[in-house]
Nanobody
């Protein structure tokens, strides 16, 4: 089994930045595509960003493209989400997830096999 633990959430003013981290257990992290999702109160969980196992390709939701950057350090079993120019609409619980089987960067929650507990991001105006 793989355990994912997110950190780095908090309260930030609009226009500010946060860097989320997700650290995974196990020795097969480098073979997994990784994703970030978020869920705001009363809303469905939505895709934010994904990165290929090699780090060679990434994908982003249109709502965050140009502001957020996903990256990974396989030696540290860690994936990051750098969030810049934050907006109040970015307020949500952010989850990292691992996809062990897809050959492509999925944007669907059902394609991810392991999930973290989430970290709260609150952006004030």
């Amino acid at each position: 089994q793989v355990q994912l633990v997110e950190s780095g959430g908090g309260l930030v003013q609009a226009g500010g930045s946060l860097r989320l981290s997700c650290t995974a257990s196990g020795r097969t992290f480098s073979s997994y595509n990784m994703g970030w999702f978020r869920q705001a109160p009363g809303k469905e969980r939505e895709f934010v960003a994904a990165i290929r196992w090699s780090g060679g390709s990434t994908g982003y939701a249109d709502s965050v493209k140009g502001r957020f950057t996903i990256s990974r350090d396989n030696a540290k079993n860690t994936v990051y989400l750098q969030m810049n120019s934050l907006k109040p609409d970015d307020t949500a619980v952010y989850y990292c997830a691992a996809d062990r089987s897809s050959w492509y960067l999925s944007r669907l929650s059902r394609d991810y096999d392991y999930w973290g507990q989430g970290t709260q991001v609150t952006v004030s105006s």
